[in-house]
């Protein structure tokens, strides 16, 4: 599954003929390997081009111009500034409202199940070309949030990134070793722990012991399933729509005011994997943001200046303030 050089759109090997450079087109994609760190970089220049928070948001000129059928709620448009055009991958925009001036925070379970379904939609469609689907939101504009119309993204990939390979590497070493999940067991094994933050009969959340943010969170289903085609309509869908629309509006709690966060979807079609959603807050304290920076920035070592069972502890405290 995992796309090595030469497998994919990897053109770091291109060369032209000596005195004979072509400038590339400024609407190329690229994936390119870097044999050094054994990942890839992806390359979009286009996106220099992108409308960024402008009066006229293209997103409400889907419902006023009629590119959307009166009365839709959410939809799928594709992104008119895509990160990776094929064979390298496909880009879409999920919107969460037609209302301008909502965020997901302001969503009702409803409205995020509808969202889920959309989500549903575009993985089964995505994960049919290509080998991964990356889902995700970016909420603030100190995180990179260029239109404030609510929506997400979701990009299907001709390789697994980084971080995702990673994730399926201890899958599959657990696998070889005759062990269980290793996403498994460690729901399991925080499910009581000091860590945890949130928990129901079907989804465990928690800051990891590994935490890179102060406020980060994990929300895995007790329930071994690998993408969120997985994941069925009722208790189980509910209770995560919940989690997250409870966990967003802690976070303002603990910042003081909306916290900039992503929130990712990280699944694979893979039976050994176990989808998970990954809360990414960026703030580390009231009106402080934390960036990767020093060692972070230059060899990768991530220091975080909080301990993940204290964060646990305060978000515990901001989610019984919360209510739906």
């Not at 609407?27 to 081009?49: D, I």
């Not at 067991?185 to 860590?195: F, H, K, M, Q, T």
């Not at 690998?226 to 910042?255: D, F, K, Q």
């Amino acid at each position: 599954m995992i796309r090595k050089p030469g497998a994919g759109p990897d053109q770091s090997a291109r060369r032209s003929p000596p005195g004979k450079a072509k400038v590339p087109s400024g609407n190329e994609t690229r994936l390119v390997w870097n044999p050094f760190l054994g990942e890839y970089v992806g390359f979009a220049p286009s996106r220099m081009q992108r409308r960024e928070l402008t009066s006229q948001c293209p997103f409400c000129a889907d419902v006023t111009e009629g590119r959307v059928a009166q009365g839709t709620q959410a939809w799928i448009r594709p992104n008119d500034f895509p990160a990776l055009t094929p064979p390298a991958g496909e880009c879409y925009i999920v919107m969460y409202s037609n209302e301008h001036d909502r965020t997901f925070a302001d969503l009702s379970v409803p409205e995020v199940l509808r969202i889920f379904d959309l989500w549903k939609q575009l993985f089964a469609d995505l994960s049919q070309r290509y080998p991964c689907v990356m889902t995700w939101e970016t909420s603030g504009e100190s995180i990179g949030q260029t239109q404030r119309h609510p929506h997400g993204q979701t990009f299907g990939v001709s390789v697994v990134p980084d971080y995702l390979a990673r994730e399926l590497r201890a899958v599959e070493e657990a696998q070889t070793a005759g062990e269980e999940c290793p996403f498994c067991a460690e729901a399991r094994s925080e499910l009581e722990g000091a860590r945890r933050v949130i928990a129901g009969e079907h989804w465990v959340g928690f800051v990891p012991a590994y935490a890179r943010y102060p406020y980060q969170l994990r929300l895995t289903p007790r329930q071994h399933i690998s993408a969120i085609s997985g994941l069925e309509t009722g208790p189980a869908s509910e209770e995560i729509a919940e989690h997250l629309l409870r966990m967003v509006r802690a976070y303002a709690i603990v910042y003081g005011e909306p916290m900039p966060y992503m929130l990712t979807l990280h699944q694979l079609a893979h039976h050994g994997f176990h989808m998970h959603f990954e809360l990414l807050p960026v703030g580390r304290a009231p009106g402080k943001l934390k960036f990767p920076a020093s060692s972070e920035m230059s060899w990768g070592l991530w220091i975080n200046d909080s301990l993940p069972e204290v964060k646990a502890a305060e978000l515990r405290s901001a989610l019984e303030q919360v209510r739906l």
